[in-house]
């Protein structure tokens, strides 16, 4: 019936419309600095189903400095009949909507965000459904993620069919973006978004309406496709970062909503308080403690708190958002007491007051297993407690067969919830080993004892479970085969027969999924496993980064391309279109990133060996990793980029990344890795030193130092749009010259003071980016001292320089293992600290290899005094560096490779000292008559000192 009306919509009113001289929409952009998405915006309501000449288009540039205003020029001349450009001081995107509303034209209005996108089809599904039904004035369409996020908006679930809703009645039915909305211009041609707020506008703008008329038109097939960028520059996704999101949105959004409701209605509405739960939520799981003040964040709370007090319990439980872990928080704050001694489980579930929070026949996930391994007949499992209970008052078990087995707990900070309030939940890891029987077949249970009841559960299965978490999926070991049947783990004695019968039932489900590309995968593993399986190799792969070789990893490859061990392939990966490929493939054994004897091979490797730690290093196969987890089976060694001085434990502890080894150079780098909240142990960590150090050992003997000042500082995470996480390419940003970040270097390298100096003293300059910033290079203004590169050798440079101006960057350590001298120019020191990593145990002042400055004057003195002094490094910094490394050889590489053999790698072991060996050998035998006669001279020396002594 709905599909016959659509069509007599299209056949008989659609073309009246369009014969008319006016438009149907206006879609109104505010643009600030989204030139690089623009084209794609416009163009989605270009490429609209109906007829592009019926859409108004108001482009409205915010004091954009990118290349906004040419974009929009293009466009207004090839449409001047459709699109109207405008352009304003810079003053926020109400201002500007509201600016662009004095040209809308269209019966129905769209606010459109530059980076944003819509379906084709959704004008004509938003069109006949507002012809449909005449008393609904504001529409809602779906938003779905794309470009670093995808899926689903967590209010998805209200889509579930298009449809008429009053929020009277559907109070969960809430919406919030304007940009996905369309408005009868109508009801908003007198109404304007509020000024001067930096996020909240549209929820103000539309529940402001909604309050008078709770209708609301819902359309499952219309599509906003909302783009959460890769580098985190959105305003919306930077908000925790601003004080004014913590107190001028809450007054001027969630309590003029308060206010509003109960002045139409002498109560807030259900609708308007599951708003205020969403919101409140959300903010309570912000860790916003790291951006506010002691005094500002007490009276932060204090207003969550005022407000969680206007919300019944609840709407505060209802929200399909987050774990119920937060909500348990928001209860607990607002009643000054901790809710989870008051949770109490009744049949099946477990409840709070009369709300159900958890039904644990369908509960997976209160425990999650993120790693499983098997050694000899003992089975090992790490999980993840993510029960919201009271730890006090439950404990975890497991039965095999007539045996019970409890788990050891250890803290994991890692895993601490971290929230407004710090860490309420402290995180806690799981820890069994389960002796497996001597049987066919056996079954594991997992059960949690709660005052004194016993709940069977069903953990999930994490990244690092070897289980592919799909119907069907599988991990098979030497000895055993281990299957998740009905959410319990089944355990086989191994069989040649089981195993291909699992994998045709696998594959059965890959093909139902139209994972042919996997099964062929799949298939082409097994047939190399099984032409290998005989000739014991051993399979290493080995990688810097995808499209830049030169460190760690290429320095160990060429180790191992020297000494060529036995039983061992071993392979350097790198992308195919970049100049080090060129330069490396003549070496051998040069593995093409991303082709299909890669993909083969890093499924056969037993090690993979890494100088950087980002996600395709272990994981090639993106979201396809699933289906693939129980073939993976290699030791995970990161080698590393530089020494760890900063707190990395957010984004390389065990449980984010699980490497087997990490590769230190010093104590003091070990211990700070052996912190709770990396969760590695010493068998995790090796102290080696890096391989890339013996690479500069060796080169430091053939190259000369020059009269030369290098200046290389790191990126910033807070600088953004200069780099694509997602495709890792650079971006050029028009905002960065903006920043103090661009100012402070552009005036150090054209300082006259200095530049005098340098002058003077035959010193030239050289100011390399950081490969983040790369675009930027442009922006710098060279002179005749200092040169700037847009990409650097920084291995020739740290060789060649006599003088190195860093401020965080771990090149200082390169340059210090050379014993040189280093400037720290921290001009932004508290902000870096705050919203880059986390300072670590390295402490510039009482560490650093360096004098310390904070502001340009310092920096340019401790320069001038440097260069005057010839460069030489002061004792108390050499002193320093001293301490600081383990070792300072160029026996890196050999360590490392030593520490790598395990026990069956003896052969190796035994292949290399007779590697060594020989090869002393050979390059001594013209030095050997030397040696002798030397040696003998020293003899003679000693006999006649201990008998003539008074001759000295």
């Known amino acids: 019936m709905i599909q016959f009306i659509n069509i007599l919509f299209l056949v008989i009113l659609l073309p009246k419309f369009f014969l008319a001289n006016e438009f149907l929409f206006s879609v109104i952009i505010s643009i600030y600095n989204s030139g690089r998405y623009l084209n794609e915006s416009i163009e989605s309501i270009l490429n609209q189903t109906i007829n592009p000449e019926k859409i108004q288009i108001i482009l409205v540039n915010d004091g954009s400095i990118d290349e906004t205003e040419e974009i929009c020029l293009k466009y207004k001349e090839k449409y001047e009949e459709n699109i109207i450009y405008v352009k304003l001081e810079h003053g926020g995107v109400s201002r500007a909507r509201n600016f662009g509303m004095k040209y809308a034209k269209g019966k129905f209005i769209n606010f459109l965000d530059a980076d944003d996108k819509w379906d084709k089809r959704a004008f004509k599904n938003v069109f006949l459904f507002f012809r449909m039904y005449s008393r609904v004035n504001i529409i809602a369409c779906r938003l779905i993620f794309f470009d670093a996020k995808q899926g689903q908006h967590p209010l998805d679930y209200k889509f579930y069919k298009t449809r008429v809703v009053n929020l009277m009645e559907e109070y969960n039915c809430i919406q ?69 999101f913590y107190f001028s949105v809450i007054k001027t959004v969630n309590y003029y909503l308060i206010k509003k409701s109960k002045k139409l209605y002498n109560a807030i509405l259900p609708f308007i308080q599951y708003w205020l739960a969403y919101d409140i939520l959300f903010r309570i799981s912000s860790p916003s403690y790291k951006y506010l003040d002691g005094n500002k964040l007490i009276k932060y709370c ?15 439980i209802e929200p399909k958002i987050l774990s119920f872990k937060e909500k348990i928080i928001a209860l607990s704050k607002k009643y000054h007491n901790d809710l989870r001694n008051k949770i109490i489980f009744k049949k099946q579930f477990f409840m709070y007051s009369e709300y159900v929070l958890m039904n644990m026949k369908k509960n997976r996930n209160i425990l999650e297993w993120r790693i499983l391994l098997i050694n000899n007949n003992i089975i090992h499992l790490e999980g993840k407690d993510n029960s919201f209970l009271n730890p006090e008052n439950f404990f975890y078990f497991c039965k095999l ?31 069994f080993d389960i002796l497996l029987e001597n049987k066919m ?10 005052n004194d009841m016993e709940i069977e559960i069903f953990p999930s299965l994490g990244r690092f479970s070897h289980i592919p978490n799909i119907l069907n999926g599988y991990y098979c070991t030497d000895k055993y085969i281990i299957k998740l049947i009905e959410d319990r783990l089944y355990i086989y004695r191994y069989e040649q027969k089981l195993k291909l019968s699992f994998e045709n039932q696998y594959c059965k489900e890959l093909k139902k999924k139209r994972k042919n590309n996997i099964i062929n995968l799949r298939k082409n593993y097994f047939e190399y496993e099984n032409k290998n399986k005989y000739n014991d190799m051993k399979t290493w792969i080995i990688n810097d980064k995808q499209n830049i070789a030169g460190d760690s990893g290429e320095y160990f490859f060429r180790f191992l391309k020297k000494i060529n061990p036995k039983g061992i392939k071993y392979y350097f990966v790198i992308k195919k279109d970049c100049s080090d490929y060129e330069r490396l493939k003549s070496l051998g054994n040069i593995l093409e990133f991303g082709s299909k004897n890669y993909l083969i091979l890093f499924l056969a490797a037993n090690k993979i060996i890494s100088s950087v730690s980002e996600s395709w290093v272990d994981n090639p196969f993106g979201n396809d990793q699933k289906y693939v987890r129980d073939l993976i089976h290699f030791d995970y060694i990161f080698i590393q980029h530089g020494i760890v001085k900063d707190d990395l434990s957010e984004s390389i502890n065990r449980l984010n990344k699980n490497f087997n080894y990490i590769i230190t150079s010093s104590n ?16 995790n960590i090796l102290l080696t030193g890096l391989p890339i150090y013996d690479s500069l050992q060796n080169l430091q003997k053939s190259n000369t130092k020059e009269k030369i000042l290098i200046i290389i500082p790191t990126w910033r995470k807070y600088i953004q749009g200069t780099f694509n996480f997602i495709t890792n390419k650079n971006i050029y940003s028009h905002s960065f010259i903006l920043t103090d970040y661009f100012n402070f270097y552009n005036n150090l390298i054209n300082n006259e003071q200095l530049l005098m ?14 490969p983040y910033f790369s675009k930027q290079w442009k922006d710098f203004k060279q002179n005749q001292i200092f040169s700037v ?14 003088l190195l101006i860093t401020d965080y960057s771990n090149l200082f350590f390169d340059f210090a293992y050379l014993k040189k001298p280093i400037i720290y120019t921290q001009f932004d020191y508290e902000e870096y600290k705050k919203k880059h990593y986390q300072i670590g145990y390295f402490d510039y002042i009482n560490h650093g290899f360096g004098p310390v400055c904070y502001n340009l004057n310092c920096s340019i003195k401790k320069i001038i005094s440097s260069l005057e002094n010839n460069c030489i490094l002061e004792k108390k910094y050499l002193n320093r560096i001293k301490a600081f490394f383990k070792y300072m050889d160029a026996k890196n590489c050999e360590r490392l490779y030593l520490n790598l053999l395990n026990k069956s790698d003896n052969n190796n072991l035994k292949d290399y000292n007779k590697f060594k060996t020989n090869n002393a050998s050979n390059s001594n035998n013209k030095f050997v008559f030397l040696i002798f006669s030397l040696s003998i001279t020293i003899k003679i020396f000693f006999i006649f000192l201990n008998n003539y002594p008074y001759f000295f």
């Open 401 to 431: 067969g007539d045996k019970i087995y409890y788990p050891n707990y250890f803290n994991f900070s890692g895993y601490d919830l971290e929230v407004l309030y710090r860490d309420f939940y402290k995180g806690r890891n799981v820890v």
């Open 302 to 316: 204090m207003e969550i708190e005022t407000i969680l007090n206007e919300i019944e319990d609840k709407y505060i």
């Open 757 to 770: 100096i340098m002058k003077s003293l035959n010193y030239s300059g050289i100011f390399c980016p950081d």
């Open 176 to 244: 919030l973006s304007s940009s996905s909305s369309f408005f009868r211009h109508s009801l908003i041609k007198n109404k304007k978004f509020k000024e001067g707020i930096i996020t909240g506008e549209d929820t103000r703008f539309i529940n402001n309406m909604l309050l008078l008329n709770p209708i609301l038109g819902l359309i499952k097939e219309a599509i906003y496709y909302y783009r959460k960028r890769a580098d985190s520059t959105s305003t919306v996704q930077n908000q925790i970062k601003n004080e004014k």
């Open 789 to 802: 590169f847009e990409l650097c050798d920084y291995q020739k440079l740290i060789l060649k320089a006599s």
């Open 668 to 683: 003091k780098e070990n211990e700070s890795i052996l912190d709770e909240k990396y969760g590695y142990n010493r068998s």
């Open 441 to 450: 077949f056996q079954v594991v249970q997992f059960f949690i004892s709660y």
